[in-house]
């Protein structure tokens, strides 16, 4: 058993945190991120200065311009990025196309890679992911899917509509799961302009921290040629696992430095705002909550480290992603939850960047599984046994 | 013992509901509700209405305008004002000007009654209090008061910043504490327009409720005469002991009525939505979430009804209206919370009226005192006892 | 409304305090305390003593020798009496005879009333309530009834087995629910000793507060003539229901006067023992938790109170009662577990009552419906709504 | 990073394991389990096993006949070992014994290691840790130690009082912590049975598991020469440093072996007993809380394993272990709970292991440090910071 970093790994760290405080922060109150996230030309900017310091797309293999990380790497990373909001928009290690371009490493074609994932990985592009449908379609159960894929000479027709698409608005590219007629689902690439797509209305969400915010877009009669389908015929949800469980517990990482952030911010102001003749951090009231914010970090980062560990050994940690995703957006959320209570005003306002991680973070314990459809599984699982004999190896 | 409502109450409640449903829901999606609350446009369509339906400003004296409620009438018709997060500014009942018009009628002069207080119970004008200061000056504990008050002549020249005003933009006049030569505190009125008051500027804040939003505001030697004085010379800290208990209470009124708006909504849905082959709502998973949000409200209202029979028994309430700040504050949050867990991507964006009251709400666990001050009040009461025998009565 | 006592609550109130003061609490540490509760001898000593002092059952009716308290005058005398685990025994008011006499003042024959109840409310004998039976019998599900009562001329024939049967060593007799030949159940009256009844065993328990402690008792063949039948054929569970529900409730009651002891007993200790250069209640990290004991003293106490109240109006307060459980369950189980907390080593030893009432307390979340089995049809109800508009009228 | 068992460390888990099953578990009901742990009789039947199986004091160096492990090692092993609340006895790995070995270890002259530590880890005798007072001495915070130590020609001269002194009865000696005169602390080793220590009584705790209980102890007068002296003059609280970090480890080990025990039980009741037309584990409600013991499990295991790695790499871990001890009795306590609560009248009843588990486990909150007093610590490190970077390195 080993829980220290390789000494590549302390120097990512390392860099990736001078990265984001000297080169990231001060862009937090630039008027360019606005409530759909920053601009595209804010984002340009960022991803520059990513490349000149060789941490952009860190994730994506060698071949394609990345660092080729492992998924113990991802998680030093990339937590050290999410201590910015603009710190993943930075990388280009943002949600969806983290997860995208991991996806279609394992499964797209080389075609499909030179024309869509190679300006994905250099930051050129984005990217968004269709999965999510309003009522009465797929939402927490993917198997609710109505959005149909239609065979139609060598194309396939698709007429649906998908709800919650973070980043469409500017994306140049989408990912899309339809059902086929037989009943299976199959994922598809295209372009966003082609005819038929319309994006609908853009959301107002909570957060502000992804490029384009979300949105409601509808395909209707979108031909797609047989040679952009994504994957297998059929294998639409089986291959969208793949994606799951490491995109999943990317946002674990990513929002680990945010809590960590927070935490940080609130340390700071305890130390130093008086009430009662001491200091905030004097008060126990005070401090305990500082203790349980630690406690909460440092129990986010072994359980991340574990299932990163596990991918890492080829092990498809379903049961350990699903863990970790339910005690990370949990412990995740009673940090941030916390320190805006400490930092009082100022954790309500936009006095502290607190506020806005407050806002960006609550999605979190709902997208990729709401912790309740994890719980169930992990129940499910439970109930029907063999219990897995040690959860942590 | 008794919690039966008088028909006079029920009749109440069913009138308000009634108004809030049909003529002030219906404006939730109107433009003109900004990030920094409505505009004043709508602020007086809204108080039109209230007024042709005979409840504006309803606890008001009815010499003054309004119908004179007592503290448990309160609780009925505040709870179901919140019911639309422009509820409260429809009936005239939202902070800080409820709270003002509370403290204007027990402690100001018949000619600060003419010239302030009767347009103000009018819905004519708004009003702020500027108490809280930034660091270092008087935030939970007010005995850190930094402005300050000094005698020139028959006037008194105050200097000082005060923060998180609300409402200050667009307010007519405003209550300032401020600080003796002697070390005492004094409360003043003031129009805003006076010189030397500047709106420093409006800080973007998690809510937008609230008219006017917050601001930062500065006070450069502004000039106030003898007669503008609010109350004793010196009493100021225990004149706002009489605005305190009542206001904070009347939060968990409103609030409270926010609360029951994001269940029903969240039950609504859970009702509909389907999941796993039944509705959300018959997943234990879910109903167990939308049990503890009815169990929550319920303890919250036995509270609220509880300090508000206290307080129209002539007590003081201090005691029993920590509790209730702390009581409510929280329960009523995590049925928001709970409320937009179950809604998914509907309660993080506006599909839903959820995400709205959830980022409206979650100051509300710190103005007023934070549950940590309370608790510590509290516990220091016990701490000293005697304990109080019975905490209800 | 109204939450002031009226005079004769107030005088039974300060008349039961002095009596636990003053008569019960010097028996706590009497070694006729057994870990199956209190000997048969200690208990008709106290009662002599709640029988003097006018207090002994206090809830039968008047006819019956009872003071015929209303539901909130039981919530007034049961939690003084519960702030001795030997007050429930002394005044008579301890589960199941509590709930068995209220069952049987409304369905009883005149008969069955003088023969079991009349000496059952003089103290003289006890019963005990057979319905819970092992897998796959009558648990949390009434349904699952496996006990069987075959109709024999004019006797009828019990068979079966009953787990968890509180007071059965010593009862004079017992009330037995079994399902009929159509499959519905009905209750039935028997004598301990009739033959064909046998003790299994006493099983060893967390409590030690209920006299008689917990058995395993087996129905073999038992004769029971048509004139010993409670209620009407087949209204076994709906009779229950009857009982239910106020029992419930007491059992409320009684523990808030337990949790009661168990903050007095931690706040005098907070008090007086030092750590770390002051007093523990001086320690915030102390004085929260004492805190937190009075918030969910004060939420037990409202809505014991509501729920009492509902039922003196005669409504059934299935779903009020259902609350009840669960707030009152939980919430007390809180204080008394932060008491321990508080005392330390005391808290876990015979050197406070406290470690007593935490092992007495447990079980009251379980028994009666556990939370879960409340939360699901509470949860159950809103699912299928219409929501009770207003929970708390 | 290397979350990877080894062979060997796979080996002694699986050896520890069934021996626990084969030859341990069949112990738990025998009548020499007292309330006051279980007889030194059943100790040395348990002893000879676990010596036959080469299991016997894994944790003593192999010098002394121990199998010298890692804390790592330990991690794995006594887990296993708290499986059954007999598992440590049989182990020789319970407490106090187990921190008083790995103290003597380090701090012991060699010929007090052949008089005192050779018998105990051969599991021929046992000894107890003599630290904590009565009020008004040492509890949580040890700078209140009041037992003094005079010098008296070559011997010191011990008297004072010390509670809960676990194991004292049937102890062969004991390591007493007293006062010098110029203020420090030093400790003393000490047969029980020289003159002026007298049990004064054995106390009635929760637990049961501790062999010999726990008992108030007083020192009048005792003479101790200096050869037994423990460790270095003033250097008491320094040397207990050395065995509390390790010692309040081992206890978060042994319990999780107690709470997967709970939970197992519970899993298998609640996938054959039925309720309301399915098993209980059907049941989402409660299934989410067999998938919340899951989590609990979890994140206890990896806390543990990070911090004994933390050890074995030679750091003191007064921070990490201080948080483990917080996240794992807090973890592992709610893990007991809810398998209580889903066992039902089984989990508060010698029907199951659970109900001892319970009442055993509740004073893990509370020795080592209260979770107050390590949250205190774990605060004012933050406040007065630089905060560890990172807590997990």
């Not at 943002?94 to 394992?106: T, V, W």
């Not at 999965?131 to 894929?149: I, V």
């Amino acid at each position: 058993m080993d829980f220290q970093l390789t000494p590549e790994q302390d120097d990512l760290r390392q860099r990736t945190r001078r990265f984001i405080a000297d080169e990231v922060m001060s862009f937090e109150t630039d008027p360019r991120c606005t409530p759909h996230g920053p601009t595209e030309d804010l984002r340009q900017e960022l991803i520059a200065r990513a490349r000149s310091a060789g941490l952009l797309t860190p994730h994506a293999s060698r071949e394609l311009g990345g660092l080729g990380l492992s998924h113990v790497d991802k998680a030093i990373v990339f937590e050290e990025a999410g201590y910015s909001p603009l710190g993943p928009v930075a990388l280009n290690i943002h949600a969806p196309d983290e997860g995208n371009i991991h996806l279609m490493e394992l499964v797209a074609t080389p075609a499909q890679k030179a024309r869509w994932l190679k300006p994905l990985v250099g930051g050129h592009t984005r990217s968004c992911f269709c999965m999510t449908e309003p009522a009465p379609g797929a939402g927490s159960d993917p198997s609710m899917l109505q959005t149909t894929a239609r065979r139609d000479g060598s194309d396939y027709v698709i007429d649906g509509t998908k709800i919650h698409i973070t980043g469409a608005v500017g994306s140049a590219f989408a990912i899309v799961m339809a059902r086929m007629e037989d009943g299976s689902a199959t994922m598809f690439l295209t372009d966003m302009e082609r005819p038929g797509i319309t994006i609908e209305r853009q959301l107002d969400a909570l957060d502000s921290c992804f490029t384009g915010g979300h949105a409601l877009v509808r395909f209707d009669g979108v031909r797609i040629p047989e040679g952009d389908r994504l994957g297998e015929i059929g294998l639409g949800l089986r291959h969208a696992q793949l994606r799951l469980a490491p995109a999943r517990l990317t946002h674990c990482m990513r929002w680990l430095g945010a809590a960590r952030r927070a935490h940080d911010t609130a340390v700071a102001y305890a130390r130093e705002r008086e009430a009662f003749g001491q200091s905030l951090a004097s008060h126990e009231g005070v401090s305990f909550m500082l203790a349980d914010n630690e406690l909460d970090l440092h129990t986010a980062r072994l359980v991340i480290w574990h299932c990163a560990w596990l991918l890492d050994q080829g092990d498809q940690a379903g049961h350990a992603s699903s863990m970790a995703k339910v005690l990370c957006s949990e412990a995740e959320w009673r940090v941030v939850d916390r320190s805006v209570q400490i930092l009082g005003g100022r954790g309500v306002t936009d006095l502290s960047i607190v506020s806005r991680i407050f806002s960006d973070m609550r999605a979190f314990r709902i997208y990729d599984g709401p912790s309740e459809v994890h719980r169930w599984r992990i129940g499910r699982q439970i109930a029907r046994g063999p219990r897995p004999a040690e959860v942590a190896r």
